[in-house]
């Protein structure tokens, strides 16, 4: 059997890290499992669902390293969907509800209040052809049900029915489908829901496991029961834990700080976020992991904790950081050029520079500190601009290497009697115009002794 997992998102707005946790377990598994990975939209939403969004989300896929083999939306298949309500209708497992949502609310309360589970009562299979035609004619629309098999002969006598299956993730699980209600699968407008969608396409392309946020428990249980009443098996499933915020708040499209182009657009590389998002809350320790190749060798579902995966998103600048620190000159190479860094001292000033950067657009900055002119976020005092003034006439000859700089503050500390911080800073300042930043010893060769000595207060 060839592994296929899918992704799919509603294109109702950017996808965030959260999201894209769902979208890199998948990932991760194909790639375990050399299997297959579709990208399917739940566009059937026509009010909510934008071109815009489906094609924000496909190339934030992208820049995180995720290819699918094949995107489809489901927008485009609503015939397949009419055939399998057709199929439930002549059944007799799709039944027609005419209740308001008011209606039901109140229902739902009045069971709660005789201490009952808030489950739908099935009041609507009682009806009479003539109640059907009353509620027709006050120009009412039903919405549809699916029957759950929970029940013997008579469907207000349901008795305990548990489905079982071996989660991926969190293995053996049951849900009593006694405890829930008939699920809606086609609104009063005919549009359908996410449920008998999510079904029919993972029959039909082959889903051999669904992988998903464990807010999707209770409805596995319901859905292996229409997979089952479609005459197909139910493919395997996993529910991964959620992540929230530090707060623990849920994590909303609402909120786009989150959202996997805000992040990118910081700075953070994908591999900071993919690294945050897939280790959060499971028994690995969160590190950077420099490919999905490498993470997939590390992704075990089964070690994901099954409570809530909190996490802050300062982590995720710790997690850059030693990505950026380590990154090889030919992997930063093109992006590098593509912010004018480049020429034969590139390389040498990525090695010089990296160790300092949060973001590596960042190296912008020293590009231009070393090629043009110090910052001037830091002053000198004015004892320190004579001192600096006085230690800039002690440059030592060239060639320059990395020992120059000890050699200089060595030569300066006899002169002056000056040394540690009180000596090292105001060359730093008059060098970079910053009071941090790379080791001098390390831009001194690039800057070279006339480049230097054209930065003496």
């Given at each position: 059997m060839t592994v296929t997992v899918r992704f799919a998102p509603s294109p109702t707005g950017r996808i965030h890290i959260g999201n894209a946790r769902t979208a890199l377990f998948n990932w991760l598994y194909a790639l375990r499992h050399g299997?297959?990975?579709?990208?399917?939209?739940?566009?059937?939403?026509?009010?909510?669902?934008?071109?815009?969004?489906?094609?924000?989300?496909?190339?934030?896929?992208?820049?995180?390293?995720?290819?699918?083999?094949?995107?489809?939306?489901?927008?485009?298949?609503?015939?397949?969907?009419?055939?399998?309500?057709?199929?439930?209708k002549q059944a007799g497992l799709l039944y027609a509800c005419y209740e308001t949502p008011e209606e039901l609310e109140r229902r739902r309360k009045l069971r709660l209040s005789r201490r009952l589970p808030p489950v739908y009562g099935r009041e609507a299979l009682?009806?009479?052809?003539?109640?059907?035609?009353?509620?027709?004619?006050?120009?009412?629309?039903?919405?549809?049900?699916?029957?759950?098999?929970?029940?013997?002969?008579?469907?207000?006598?349901?008795?305990?029915?548990?489905?079982?299956?071996?989660?991926?993730?969190?293995g053996r699980q049951t849900v009593d489908l006694a405890s829930i209600s008939?699920?809606?699968?086609?609104?009063?407008?005919?549009?359908?829901?996410?449920?008998?969608?999510?079904?029919?396409?993972?029959?039909?392309?082959?889903?051999?496991?669904?992988?998903?946020?464990?807010?999707?428990?209770?409805?596995?249980?319901?859905?292996?029961?229409?997979?089952?009443?479609?005459?197909?098996?139910?493919?395997?499933?996993?529910?991964?834990?959620?992540?929230?915020?530090?707060?623990?708040?849920?994590?909303?499209?609402?909120?786009?700080?989150?959202?996997?182009?805000?992040?990118?657009?910081?700075?953070?590389?994908?591999?900071?976020?993919?690294?945050?998002?897939?280790?959060?809350?499971?028994s690995e320790s969160i590190e950077a992991v420099t490919?999905?190749?490498?993470?997939?060798?590390?992704?075990?579902?089964?070690?994901?904790?099954?409570?809530?995966?909190?996490?802050?998103?300062?982590?995720?600048?710790?997690?850059?950081?030693?990505?950026?620190?380590?990154?090889?000159?030919?992997?930063?190479?093109?992006?590098?050029?593509a912010l004018g860094i480049e020429g034969e001292q590139s390389e040498a000033f990525w090695l010089a520079v990296r160790d300092n950067l949060d973001k590596l657009a960042d190296a912008a900055d020293w590009w231009r500190i070393v090629t043009q002119a110090p910052d001037r976020e830091s002053e000198l005092s004015e004892e320190d601009r004579e001192f600096a003034r006085e230690a800039f006439a002690l440059?030592?000859?060239?060639?320059?290497?990395?020992?120059t700089w000890k050699a200089w503050t060595e030569a300066v500390k006899q002169a002056t009697g000056r040394k540690g911080r009180a000596m090292f800073m105001p060359l730093r300042v008059a060098i970079t115009g910053r009071d941090k930043g790379p080791e001098i010893a390390n831009l001194l060769p690039l800057l070279g002794r006339a480049g230097t000595l054209a930065r003496r207060p």
């Amino acid at each position: 059997m060839t592994v296929t997992v899918r992704f799919a998102p509603s294109p109702t707005g950017r996808i965030h890290i959260g999201n894209a946790r769902t979208a890199l377990f998948n990932w991760l598994y194909a790639l375990r499992h050399g299997g297959r990975y579709i990208l399917r939209f739940d566009d059937t939403d026509r009010e909510r669902s934008r071109p815009e969004y489906a094609e924000a989300i496909a190339a934030d896929l992208k820049w995180l390293g995720v290819q699918p083999h094949d995107t489809a939306y489901q927008s485009r298949r609503f015939a397949l969907y009419d055939a399998a309500v057709d199929k439930l209708k002549q059944a007799g497992l799709l039944y027609a509800c005419y209740e308001t949502p008011e209606e039901l609310e109140r229902r739902r309360k009045l069971r709660l209040s005789r201490r009952l589970p808030p489950v739908y009562g099935r009041e609507a299979l009682r009806l009479s052809d003539a109640d059907k035609a009353g509620f027709e004619a006050e120009g009412r629309k039903p919405h549809w049900r699916f029957l759950l098999p929970n029940f013997d002969a008579d469907p207000h006598q349901t008795r305990r029915t548990e489905i079982h299956w071996e989660d991926v993730v969190r293995g053996r699980q049951t849900v009593d489908l006694a405890s829930i209600s008939d699920p809606v699968l086609v609104r009063e407008d005919g549009t359908y829901l996410y449920t008998l969608p999510s079904v029919v396409d993972d029959i039909e392309m082959g889903v051999s496991h669904v992988i998903r946020g464990d807010d999707h428990i209770t409805n596995t249980g319901a859905q292996i029961a229409i997979f089952e009443a479609l005459g197909a098996e139910a493919p395997c499933f996993g529910h991964h834990n959620l992540l929230t915020a530090a707060d623990g708040t849920g994590l909303s499209k609402r909120s786009g700080a989150l959202s996997i182009g805000a992040l990118r657009d910081s700075g953070l590389e994908p591999m900071a976020i993919a690294s945050l998002a897939v280790l959060t809350g499971g028994s690995e320790s969160i590190e950077a992991v420099t490919s999905l190749d490498v993470l997939a060798t590390r992704f075990e579902p089964a070690q994901a904790s099954k409570s809530a995966a909190r996490f802050d998103p300062a982590d995720l600048w710790a997690l850059n950081r030693t990505l950026i620190h380590a990154m090889p000159f030919d992997r930063a190479a093109p992006r590098l050029a593509a912010l004018g860094i480049e020429g034969e001292q590139s390389e040498a000033f990525w090695l010089a520079v990296r160790d300092n950067l949060d973001k590596l657009a960042d190296a912008a900055d020293w590009w231009r500190i070393v090629t043009q002119a110090p910052d001037r976020e830091s002053e000198l005092s004015e004892e320190d601009r004579e001192f600096a003034r006085e230690a800039f006439a002690l440059l030592p000859p060239e060639p320059w290497d990395e020992t120059t700089w000890k050699a200089w503050t060595e030569a300066v500390k006899q002169a002056t009697g000056r040394k540690g911080r009180a000596m090292f800073m105001p060359l730093r300042v008059a060098i970079t115009g910053r009071d941090k930043g790379p080791e001098i010893a390390n831009l001194l060769p690039l800057l070279g002794r006339a480049g230097t000595l054209a930065r003496r207060p």
